[in-house]
């Protein structure tokens, strides 16, 4: 498990032994401030404009997410930073996560609705704006969304606060109907008394906002649950406005006078702006100005085609040398020799309990393998709009961490953090990309708001070939395995090299998560794994480079369970048994990892015969405290694979949206497919070769194959779902192929193998 | 910079653009129609579809001078019973998740269902290839797609 989820499930679990939950949240009202309020309100074509209120008493909300006006004008009851009720009966809960896709908007809200018994068709949603005193992921300490941890750290404090809600509403009908508070229900945002009395939430939010909140409010039992875990009692509460058009992304703001920038950044990594000439830029018509900024040259126009075309016609002379000699193929021979020397260790084998010496191995199995550098390519490519008036800044973007865009934007505008607002809207995908410790395209619009002297609001757009291009990337990496096996097919000893660019190194995260030199994220999954593995002898090698690393979606879990499961395969191979019983013997003192990997084999006929050509592959792997197992089907023809269907087995705790985890399943597999496939960034000479989706392929609908989803039953705390399912695939389709005849593959993606069509 | 006259969702439009403009660029930036979206610029990814007299059509690479007298919808006009049905499939269904390439699937599916009210998975497949989803929502897309056909027969 991540260290960092590590010690926020301990410390989640004394918390709830304490019975300290109305820590978790803070009492209203909230710590005193006065914050403009920003209205939105349709235009007259239907697209969205911001007209501007005036200052008011205001707590931030009513600013938040998609700006809904309604609600906090409304709330006659509003008991923390999380949940308020209005006296129309609209609940509205404030999601302190940011959307991608995830659907923790509609989790959030289920916790909150489900112990304030809210009718769930009456539930609105917000997103919170930057602070970190009533926002923070308890997981990190800091407000931001990542390591599928979302529903896992909210799970108590989001429950507590509609739980707080619901004791105080309830006291508030107590008073008024003069009857024991033990006596009065709730359901669908009604309280009722046997007596006859009853009155909509909305009636009473005015004499509950008077009550106290309760030291120790009760949480319901599992059984109690009324929403969670009820197919079809919570559907996405952001379906509606993505199916038609008017859900609001960070492209879609428009702010009176608003301009639009691109910026022409390095076409190489390190390489250094010498000089440009604006001349013909300043000649294409629309275009405003044309900066100097750190990133680049912002050319900034009326309109985004302006702006595009006068980008083109800028000439700008860079300085490529720094990053000349950067060359995947030469990094990667780098990186196979550094794998052969002595690096900082993970793990060191264990003495035998006994005092013996470990069964020495008679045979040996080894292979390398190579991953390439991949990009994040969100469906939304990056971009913040930001606006400079009156002393202030306010940008509007998919702001995922924002404790770290709140620090840089301000730093970036030389403005202390409370003259700077942050507006966190949904994000058309994210996959890691959005939450970095730089805060790259936020800072980047705020050197152009600056460049142009806060002359309007501009909005920064990267097209698809700027997002591409930024590295960010996952790093390059390369296993080097050698695993000895003794007499009995039994694991003797594991020498494990991991070559690749530390994540966490060099940035605010360092101190926190690097240990004796490791950086955790670069061998999870490796050390620890699911499997009894006390021989292993692990090496790491931490390279730098002028390319800025990233998590992509599950992180270092990325190669690891690729590295980890077909050696699996290989070993039973070698050994002589099957796959599922060879993985089955080092997984004793793994029950969690074991029933999962047996409920995906049940439910996948694992063994059953399969026509010529076709066969299984299984895989297994933990990650962000929760264990997904997954049986690929595939068929070889010509060479060339296809993956028929996709079992998958999950167990991640306390399943809140069951639809939601077979969404996140169905689509992690799909992601992991694609990027298997295709997905690769090429560096030669310090440029990427790949710039757009003609190059970088993704995976289309007819490579999808068929997806069977099973939850593992479970009342233990809930775990994250949106990057476990990515790590599984890979090995279980690589798997699947080696048993139907084909390749082992070593190198990705497959591509490079011939074995789909590049 | 030229007049382009556009008829937008049933509206006619006068706007003065660069004859080279995108379509997408001019529904988003001077009609103000949002929900059209940028994802590559290269007819790639599919998220900038529009109906052109009711064809699908990448607006991203479409010059908005090519559509003179042609039928432009956007997914903020959609108004035929297939496209409603695709809509009701697509929320029933919860397809989305980050949801940016979605106007895109969902004029691309609509188009399809106008055309071909019961279609084959290999239909699907042949009329959704151009449409990428990086949160890989093809299951329910397609299952979207079967839905919202069987609810125009019945």
Redesign the interface.
């Given at each position: 498990m991540h260290p960092l989820m590590q010690a926020f499930r301990e410390q989640q679990l004394a918390e709830r032994e304490e019975q300290a939950l109305a820590s978790l949240v803070a009492p209203r009202p909230a710590p005193a401030g006065v914050t403009r309020r920003t209205v939105l309100a349709s235009?007259?074509?239907?697209?969205?404009v911001v007209a501007i209120g005036g200052w008011l008493p205001q707590d931030a909300r009513a600013a938040a997410g998609q700006g809904k006006e309604g609600a906090a004008a409304k709330a006659a009851f509003a008991p923390n930073q999380f949940v308020s009720v209005g006296t129309d009966n609209i609940v509205t809960i404030v999601d302190k996560h940011h959307e991608?896709?995830?659907?923790n908007t509609t989790g959030l809200a289920t916790l909150v609705a489900d112990e304030l018994d809210a009718d769930w068709s009456l539930v609105r949603t917000e997103y919170a704006p930057a602070d970190a005193k009533l926002y923070a992921n308890l997981a990190f300490g800091l407000q931001g969304t990542g390591g599928s941890s979302a529903i896992a750290n909210s799970y108590l404090q989001y429950r507590t606060a509609g739980a707080t809600a619901r004791a105080m509403l309830v006291a508030a009908a107590a008073e008024a109907w003069k009857v024991p508070a033990e006596e009065i229900r709730t359901s669908n945002s009604v309280l009722t008394h046997a007596s006859g009395q009853r009155a909509t939430y909305g009636e009473m939010a005015a004499a509950a906002a008077k009550q106290k909140a309760p030291a120790s409010p009760v949480l319901k039992t599992p059984a109690q649950f009324s929403l969670m875990g009820r197919d079809g009692a919570t559907?996405?509460v952001?379906?509606?406005?993505?199916?038609?058009?008017?859900?609001?992304?960070t492209?879609?703001v428009?702010l009176p006078g608003m301009l639009?920038a691109v910026i022409a950044f390095p076409p190489s990594f390190g390489a250094k702006m010498v000089s440009f000439d604006a001349t013909a830029a300043r000649k294409v018509?629309?275009v405003t100005d044309v900066v100097a900024v750190p990133e680049g040259v912002a050319v900034v126009a009326k309109?985004?085609?302006?702006a595009m075309?006068g980008r083109r016609a800028l000439k700008v002379t860079w300085d490529e040398s720094p990053g000349a000699a950067l060359d995947s193929d030469a990094l990667l021979a780098q990186y196979r020799e550094l794998a052969t020397q002595p690096g900082t260790p993970f793990a060191k084998p264990a003495a035998a309990a006994d005092g013996k010496p470990a069964p020495a191995a008679t045979r040996t199995v080894e292979a390398i393998y190579e991953f390439p550098f991949l990009a994040h390519?969100?469906?939304?490519?990056q971009g913040c709009v930001a606006w400079l008036h009156d002393g202030q800044l306010e940008t509007w973007a998919g702001h995922q961490f924002p404790t770290f865009d709140h620090m840089f934007a301000a730093k970036a505008a030389g403005l202390p953090l409370e003259k700077v607002k942050l507006h966190t809207l949904?994000?058309?995908?994210?996959?890691g990309r959005r939450a970095n410790a730089w805060s790259d395209f936020t800072v980047a619009a705020v050197n152009v708001a600056v460049a142009i002297k806060g002359r309007a609001p501009v909005r920064l757009?990267y097209?698809?070939e700027d997002d591409m291009s930024a590295g960010l990337y996952r790093p390059l990496m390369v296993h080097s395995v050698k695993v000895g096996l003794d007499d009995a097919g039994k694991v003797a000893s594991w020498k494990h090299a991991v070559v690749g660019q530390s994540i966490v190194s060099g940035t605010m995260m360092e101190k926190m998560m690097v240990k004796e030199g490791i950086d955790p994220t670069s061998v999870e999954g490796v050390f620890p794994s699911s499997y009894a593995l006390p021989m292993m002898d692990g090496q790491l090698h931490s390279p730098s480079l002028p390319v800025r690393p990233l998590w992509w979606r599950s992180v270092g879990n990325t190669h690891t369970a690729y590295v980890m499961e077909t050696m699996m395969d290989k070993l039973a191979a070698a050994a002589g048994q099957d796959p599922l019983a060879f993985r089955m013997a080092l997984l004793d003192k793994n029950p969690r990892g074991a029933a999962a990997l047996k409920l995906a084999a049940d439910k996948a006929g694992w063994g059953k015969a399969m026509p010529a050509g076709s066969a299984q592959g299984l895989a297994l792997h933990e990650c962000f405290g929760t264990t997904v197992a997954q049986v690929a089907e595939v068929t070889l023809k010509d060479g060339k694979v296809r993956v028929d269907r996709v079992v998958c087995a999950v167990d991640c705790g306390t399943a809140v949206n069951p639809?939601?985890i077979r969404?996140q399943m169905?689509?992690?597999?799909?992601?992991a497919?694609?990027a298997l496939y295709y997905s690769e960034i090429e560096l030669k000479a310090g440029r990427p070769m790949q710039r757009?989706?003609?190059q970088y392929k993704?995976?289309?609908?007819?490579e999808?194959p068929?997806?069977e989803v099973f939850i593992v039953p479970s009342n233990a705390a809930p775990t994250g779902v949106g990057e476990p399912g990515v790590p599984p695939l890979a090995p279980a389709v690589a798997n699947a192929i080696a048993r139907a005849g084909g390749p082992a593959i070593v190198r990705l993606p497959f591509a490079r193998a011939g074995v789909v069509q590049a | 910079?030229t007049t382009v006259s556009l008829n937008v969702n049933g509206h006619a439009h006068k706007v003065e653009?660069?004859p080279e403009?995108?379509l997408l660029?001019v529904i988003?930036?001077?009609?103000?129609?949002?929900?059209?979206?940028?994802?590559?610029?290269?007819a790639?990814?599919g998220?900038c579809t529009v109906h052109l007299d009711g064809q699908p059509a990448r607006s991203c690479v479409t010059p908005a001078t090519a559509v003179a007298g042609r039928k432009v919808t956007?997914?903020?006009g959609l108004q035929s019973r297939a496209a409603k049905a695709v809509?009701k499939a697509?929320?029933d269904l919860?397809?989305?998740?980050?949801?940016?390439?979605?106007?895109g699937q969902?004029m691309s599916a609509a188009a399809l269902l106008e055309q071909n009210p019961r279609p084959s998975d290999q239909d699907?497949?042949h009329a959704?290839?151009g449409?990428?989803?990086?949160?890989?929502?093809?299951?329910?897309?397609?299952a979207a797609i079967h839905q919202a056909a069987g609810q125009l027969a019945a």
């Amino acid at each position: 498990m991540h260290p960092l989820m590590q010690a926020f499930r301990e410390q989640q679990l004394a918390e709830r032994e304490e019975q300290a939950l109305a820590s978790l949240v803070a009492p209203r009202p909230a710590p005193a401030g006065v914050t403009r309020r920003t209205v939105l309100a349709s235009g007259a074509a239907g697209g969205l404009v911001v007209a501007i209120g005036g200052w008011l008493p205001q707590d931030a909300r009513a600013a938040a997410g998609q700006g809904k006006e309604g609600a906090a004008a409304k709330a006659a009851f509003a008991p923390n930073q999380f949940v308020s009720v209005g006296t129309d009966n609209i609940v509205t809960i404030v999601d302190k996560h940011h959307e991608m896709g995830q659907g923790n908007t509609t989790g959030l809200a289920t916790l909150v609705a489900d112990e304030l018994d809210a009718d769930w068709s009456l539930v609105r949603t917000e997103y919170a704006p930057a602070d970190a005193k009533l926002y923070a992921n308890l997981a990190f300490g800091l407000q931001g969304t990542g390591g599928s941890s979302a529903i896992a750290n909210s799970y108590l404090q989001y429950r507590t606060a509609g739980a707080t809600a619901r004791a105080m509403l309830v006291a508030a009908a107590a008073e008024a109907w003069k009857v024991p508070a033990e006596e009065i229900r709730t359901s669908n945002s009604v309280l009722t008394h046997a007596s006859g009395q009853r009155a909509t939430y909305g009636e009473m939010a005015a004499a509950a906002a008077k009550q106290k909140a309760p030291a120790s409010p009760v949480l319901k039992t599992p059984a109690q649950f009324s929403l969670m875990g009820r197919d079809g009692a919570t559907p996405r509460v952001d379906s509606p406005s993505k199916c038609n058009g008017s859900a609001m992304y960070t492209g879609d703001v428009k702010l009176p006078g608003m301009l639009t920038a691109v910026i022409a950044f390095p076409p190489s990594f390190g390489a250094k702006m010498v000089s440009f000439d604006a001349t013909a830029a300043r000649k294409v018509k629309g275009v405003t100005d044309v900066v100097a900024v750190p990133e680049g040259v912002a050319v900034v126009a009326k309109s985004t085609w302006a702006a595009m075309q006068g980008r083109r016609a800028l000439k700008v002379t860079w300085d490529e040398s720094p990053g000349a000699a950067l060359d995947s193929d030469a990094l990667l021979a780098q990186y196979r020799e550094l794998a052969t020397q002595p690096g900082t260790p993970f793990a060191k084998p264990a003495a035998a309990a006994d005092g013996k010496p470990a069964p020495a191995a008679t045979r040996t199995v080894e292979a390398i393998y190579e991953f390439p550098f991949l990009a994040h390519a969100p469906m939304e490519p990056q971009g913040c709009v930001a606006w400079l008036h009156d002393g202030q800044l306010e940008t509007w973007a998919g702001h995922q961490f924002p404790t770290f865009d709140h620090m840089f934007a301000a730093k970036a505008a030389g403005l202390p953090l409370e003259k700077v607002k942050l507006h966190t809207l949904v994000s058309g995908g994210s996959f890691g990309r959005r939450a970095n410790a730089w805060s790259d395209f936020t800072v980047a619009a705020v050197n152009v708001a600056v460049a142009i002297k806060g002359r309007a609001p501009v909005r920064l757009q990267y097209t698809r070939e700027d997002d591409m291009s930024a590295g960010l990337y996952r790093p390059l990496m390369v296993h080097s395995v050698k695993v000895g096996l003794d007499d009995a097919g039994k694991v003797a000893s594991w020498k494990h090299a991991v070559v690749g660019q530390s994540i966490v190194s060099g940035t605010m995260m360092e101190k926190m998560m690097v240990k004796e030199g490791i950086d955790p994220t670069s061998v999870e999954g490796v050390f620890p794994s699911s499997y009894a593995l006390p021989m292993m002898d692990g090496q790491l090698h931490s390279p730098s480079l002028p390319v800025r690393p990233l998590w992509w979606r599950s992180v270092g879990n990325t190669h690891t369970a690729y590295v980890m499961e077909t050696m699996m395969d290989k070993l039973a191979a070698a050994a002589g048994q099957d796959p599922l019983a060879f993985r089955m013997a080092l997984l004793d003192k793994n029950p969690r990892g074991a029933a999962a990997l047996k409920l995906a084999a049940d439910k996948a006929g694992w063994g059953k015969a399969m026509p010529a050509g076709s066969a299984q592959g299984l895989a297994l792997h933990e990650c962000f405290g929760t264990t997904v197992a997954q049986v690929a089907e595939v068929t070889l023809k010509d060479g060339k694979v296809r993956v028929d269907r996709v079992v998958c087995a999950v167990d991640c705790g306390t399943a809140v949206n069951p639809d939601v985890i077979r969404a996140q399943m169905e689509g992690g597999i799909g992601f992991a497919l694609g990027a298997l496939y295709y997905s690769e960034i090429e560096l030669k000479a310090g440029r990427p070769m790949q710039r757009n989706f003609d190059q970088y392929k993704s995976l289309r609908i007819y490579e999808m194959p068929a997806v069977e989803v099973f939850i593992v039953p479970s009342n233990a705390a809930p775990t994250g779902v949106g990057e476990p399912g990515v790590p599984p695939l890979a090995p279980a389709v690589a798997n699947a192929i080696a048993r139907a005849g084909g390749p082992a593959i070593v190198r990705l993606p497959f591509a490079r193998a011939g074995v789909v069509q590049a | 910079m030229t007049t382009v006259s556009l008829n937008v969702n049933g509206h006619a439009h006068k706007v003065e653009a660069d004859p080279e403009t995108p379509l997408l660029w001019v529904i988003r930036d001077d009609i103000g129609l949002t929900g059209t979206k940028f994802g590559c610029g290269v007819a790639q990814c599919g998220a900038c579809t529009v109906h052109l007299d009711g064809q699908p059509a990448r607006s991203c690479v479409t010059p908005a001078t090519a559509v003179a007298g042609r039928k432009v919808t956007t997914i903020e006009g959609l108004q035929s019973r297939a496209a409603k049905a695709v809509q009701k499939a697509w929320v029933d269904l919860d397809v989305v998740q980050c949801g940016y390439c979605q106007s895109g699937q969902i004029m691309s599916a609509a188009a399809l269902l106008e055309q071909n009210p019961r279609p084959s998975d290999q239909d699907i497949d042949h009329a959704m290839a151009g449409n990428i989803c990086r949160c890989a929502t093809y299951v329910r897309i397609r299952a979207a797609i079967h839905q919202a056909a069987g609810q125009l027969a019945a």
